[in-house]
C-alpha cells in the first residue's frame, strides 16, 4: 500500500512529484516495491531506460509480481526495442486470464504479426471462458482482431472489433451530450484577446487520434531545440476548474487576468518539469483541439499543429485499438462520427478566429511527400532543418504513445486507405465519413 501523498500524486497524473516522493522514500526504506513503482513513475515521463534498470534493482530484490515482466516490455516498446519487449510480454504468460488479456493486447500493439497462430487458438479459449470478465474479453477481442487484420481476414477481424467495443461502451458509455453541449459553448466564444506575454513557446499537436499526431511530435523531436513531453491532461484539468468556478466558455471571453497569469504559470511548471531549458516543448494531447482557446489566451505565441488524417482510415484507426478513459466516443463508428462532426466544426471556428495562427498538416500528404511536408512544418515553427528530423529510424528518444514503434518506421504511403479495407463492412456510415471529408477539406484548407 503506497503511502496516502504518492498516491495522491499518481491519481492527479503528477508524476514527477510522486517521483521526488518516491526516490525520498526509497533512500530510507529497503522496500522493492517502492523500486517498482518509482520505476513506472519514471517509464511515465519518459525515462525509460532508468526504469528498466530500477525494474531489474526490484526483481533482484525479491519483487515478485508478473506485472513486472510486463511494464519492462513497455519500457522496451517505447525504447523501440521490439524483441525484447515481445520477450518481457511473452514470459508474462500463463498467469489469470486479466493478466493473459493484457499481455495478448500488449503484444497484438507491437505489430508486426506477433500474435501467431497459437496464439489466437489460446485467445479464443479465454474468450469463451465464461468466467472471463467482460473488460478482460473485450482486451482479447481486440488482440484476435488485430491478428486478423494482420493476416486479411478483415470479416474476422471487424466481428472482433465490434463486439469488443460493444461490451466497452457498455462498461463505460459516451456522454454525447455533455461533448456537444460543451463544442456549442466553444463555438459561442466570440473574441479572445490575451493581455499575456512570454517567451516561451510551447508547441500543441492535436487532431483525432490515431491521425498521425505521434508521427508529428517525433519528427519535432528529433530536432535539437524541441524535447517531446506526453499526451498532458493539465489543459483539462484547468478548463474543469473554469467550468466549475463560473463557466470554461465565459471566461474565455471575459478572462480575469489575475487567474490567467496563475493558469500560465501552473500550465507552464507542469511542462517545464520535462526540461527546463529547452526553447520549445510539445504537448500533443489531440484532445487540445477543445483547448486552443484557452492556449492562445495564455500563450499567444504558441504552436497549434493540427493533423488530419483521411476520416475513414482514421475511423476504422480508432475502432480497431484499445482506448482507456477519455475516449469513449471510440467505442462505436456512431460515437467516433458524432466526435469527428464536433472536431471539424471547433477547429474550423478556432481557425477563423486565429487565422494563419494554426497550421493544418494533411497526414496523407506528408506520407506521400515526407521531405517537402517536414520543410513546411519546420518553418511554420520557426525551426532551421536538421537532419535528423528527417530520419527518424535513427532516434533514440523514449515514446510514450501507442504508436511507439510505428513512428521509427520509414514514413510511406502504405498507411493511406487502410479504410478501404472494411468499407462493405461500414456501409451505413459510408456517407456521413465522405461528407465529414468534404467539411474538414474545406474547413482545412486541403485539395485547394
Same mark, same amino acid.
Given at each position: 500500500?503506497?503511502?496516502?501523498?504518492?498516491?495522491?500524486?499518481?491519481?492527479?497524473?503528477?508524476?514527477?512529484?510522486?517521483?521526488?516522493?518516491?526516490?525520498?522514500?526509497?533512500?530510507?526504506?529497503?522496500?522493492?516495491?517502492?523500486?517498482?513503482?518509482?520505476?513506472?513513475?519514471?517509464?511515465?515521463?519518459?525515462?525509460?531506460?532508468?526504469?528498466?534498470?530500477?525494474?531489474?534493482?526490484?526483481?533482484?530484490?525479491g519483487f515478485d509480481n508478473p506485472m513486472l515482466a510486463v511494464n519492462q516490455g513497455h519500457a522496451y516498446k517505447a525504447l523501440g526495442n521490439v524483441v525484447a519487449a515481445e520477450q518481457c510480454y511473452r514470459q508474462a504468460l500463463g498467469g489469470d486470464t486479466a493478466l493473459s488479456a493484457i499481455v495478448y493486447w500488449s503484444l497484438a500493439d507491437l505489430g508486426s504479426r506477433r500474435i501467431t497462430s497459437e496464439d489466437v487458438e489460446a485467445l479464443a479459449r479465454l474468450i469463451d471462458l465464461e468466467s472471463t470478465l467482460p473488460g478482460y474479453r473485450a482486451l482479447l477481442l481486440f488482440a484476435r482482431?488485430?491478428?486478423?487484420?494482420?493476416?486479411?481476414?478483415?470479416?474476422?477481424?471487424?466481428?472482433?472489433?465490434?463486439?469488443?467495443?460493444?461490451?466497452?461502451?457498455?462498461?463505460?458509455?459516451?456522454?454525447?451530450?455533455?461533448?456537444?453541449?460543451?463544442?456549442?459553448?466553444?463555438?459561442?466564444?466570440?473574441?479572445?484577446?490575451?493581455?499575456?506575454?512570454?517567451?516561451?513557446?510551447?508547441?500543441?499537436?492535436?487532431?483525432? %487520434?490515431?491521425?498521425?499526431?505521434? =508521427?508529428?511530435?517525433?519528427? *519535432? $523531436? &528529433? /530536432?535539437?531545440?524541441?524535447?517531446?513531453?506526453?499526451? !498532458?491532461?493539465?489543459?483539462?484539468?484547468?478548463?474543469?476548474?473554469?467550468?466549475?468556478?463560473?463557466?470554461?466558455?465565459?471566461?474565455?471571453?471575459?478572462?480575469?487576468?489575475?487567474?490567467?497569469?496563475?493558469?500560465?504559470?501552473?500550465?507552464?511548471?507542469?511542462?517545464?518539469?520535462?526540461?527546463?531549458?529547452?526553447?520549445?516543448?510539445?504537448?500533443?494531447?489531440?484532445?487540445?483541439?477543445?483547448?486552443?482557446?484557452?492556449?492562445?489566451?495564455?500563450?499567444?505565441?504558441?504552436?497549434?499543429?493540427?493533423?488530419?488524417?483521411?476520416?475513414?482510415?482514421?475511423?476504422?484507426?480508432?475502432?480497431?485499438?484499445?482506448?482507456?478513459?477519455?475516449?469513449?466516443?471510440?467505442?462505436?463508428?456512431?460515437?467516433?462520427?458524432?466526435?469527428?462532426?464536433?472536431?471539424?466544426?471547433?477547429?474550423?471556428?478556432?481557425?477563423?478566429?486565429? %487565422?494563419?495562427?494554426?497550421?493544418? =498538416?494533411?497526414?496523407?500528404? *506528408? $506520407? &506521400? /511527400?515526407?521531405?517537402?511536408?517536414?520543410?513546411?512544418? !519546420?518553418?511554420?515553427?520557426?525551426?532551421?532543418?536538421?537532419?535528423?528530423?528527417?530520419?527518424?529510424?535513427?532516434?533514440?528518444?523514449?515514446?510514450?504513445?501507442?504508436?511507439?514503434?510505428?513512428?521509427?518506421?520509414?514514413?510511406?504511403?502504405?498507411?493511406?486507405?487502410?479504410?478501404?479495407?472494411?468499407?462493405?463492412?461500414?456501409?451505413?456510415?459510408?456517407?456521413?465519413?465522405?461528407?465529414?471529408?468534404?467539411?474538414?477539406?474545406?474547413?482545412?484548407?486541403?485539395?485547394?
Amino acid at each position: 500500500m503506497l503511502d496516502h501523498a504518492i498516491q495522491d500524486a499518481i491519481d492527479k497524473g503528477d508524476y514527477f512529484d510522486a517521483i521526488g516522493l518516491l526516490q525520498a522514500a526509497v533512500s530510507t526504506q529497503d522496500d522493492p516495491q517502492l523500486i517498482y513503482q518509482l520505476a513506472i513513475n519514471l517509464q511515465r515521463v519518459g525515462s525509460a531506460q532508468d526504469a528498466l534498470d530500477l525494474y531489474d534493482e526490484a526483481k533482484s530484490k525479491g519483487f515478485d509480481n508478473p506485472m513486472l515482466a510486463v511494464n519492462q516490455g513497455h519500457a522496451y516498446k517505447a525504447l523501440g526495442n521490439v524483441v525484447a519487449a515481445e520477450q518481457c510480454y511473452r514470459q508474462a504468460l500463463g498467469g489469470d486470464t486479466a493478466l493473459s488479456a493484457i499481455v495478448y493486447w500488449s503484444l497484438a500493439d507491437l505489430g508486426s504479426r506477433r500474435i501467431t497462430s497459437e496464439d489466437v487458438e489460446a485467445l479464443a479459449r479465454l474468450i469463451d471462458l465464461e468466467s472471463t470478465l467482460p473488460g478482460y474479453r473485450a482486451l482479447l477481442l481486440f488482440a484476435r482482431g488485430n491478428a486478423y487484420d494482420a493476416s486479411g481476414k478483415y470479416e474476422h477481424a471487424f466481428g472482433d472489433f465490434k463486439v469488443a467495443n460493444d461490451i466497452l461502451s457498455e462498461i463505460r458509455p459516451f456522454q454525447g451530450e455533455l461533448y456537444h453541449k460543451l463544442i456549442n459553448e466553444l463555438m459561442q466564444v466570440s473574441s479572445i484577446k490575451s493581455y499575456l506575454d512570454t517567451d516561451f513557446t510551447p508547441i500543441f499537436i492535436v487532431g483525432m %487520434p490515431r491521425s498521425g499526431t505521434t =508521427l508529428v511530435e517525433q519528427i *519535432l $523531436a &528529433a /530536432h535539437s531545440n524541441v524535447t517531446a513531453t506526453d499526451e !498532458l491532461v493539465k489543459l483539462g484539468h484547468l478548463s474543469i476548474e473554469l467550468e466549475e468556478s463560473g463557466g470554461y466558455a465565459k471566461f474565455l471571453d471575459t478572462p480575469d487576468a489575475d487567474v490567467a497569469i496563475e493558469l500560465q504559470q501552473a500550465y507552464s511548471r507542469t511542462i517545464r518539469q520535462y526540461d527546463q531549458q529547452s526553447p520549445y516543448l510539445i504537448d500533443k494531447n489531440p484532445n487540445n483541439f477543445l483547448h486552443v482557446g484557452l492556449i492562445k489566451l495564455l500563450f499567444p505565441h504558441a504552436k497549434i499543429i493540427n493533423v488530419v488524417r483521411d476520416p475513414l482510415d482514421n475511423a476504422i484507426g480508432v475502432y480497431r485499438r484499445y482506448f482507456d478513459k477519455g475516449y469513449e466516443f471510440s467505442y462505436s463508428m456512431e460515437g467516433i462520427l458524432f466526435h469527428w462532426q464536433g472536431y471539424v466544426s471547433l477547429m474550423n471556428h478556432w481557425n477563423q478566429m486565429f %487565422p494563419g495562427q494554426i497550421y493544418h =498538416l494533411d497526414y496523407s500528404k *506528408l $506520407a &506521400a /511527400h515526407p521531405k517537402t511536408s517536414i520543410e513546411e512544418l !519546420l518553418r511554420y515553427c520557426g525551426l532551421q532543418e536538421e537532419a535528423a528530423c528527417f530520419d527518424l529510424q535513427k532516434s533514440n528518444q523514449a515514446v510514450l504513445t501507442p504508436s511507439a514503434i510505428q513512428v521509427r518506421q520509414p514514413i510511406s504511403t502504405k498507411s493511406l486507405g487502410v479504410g478501404l479495407k472494411y468499407q462493405r463492412y461500414l456501409q451505413p456510415y459510408l456517407r456521413q465519413l465522405a461528407q465529414i471529408k468534404l467539411q474538414s477539406d474545406k474547413a482545412f484548407g486541403f485539395n485547394t
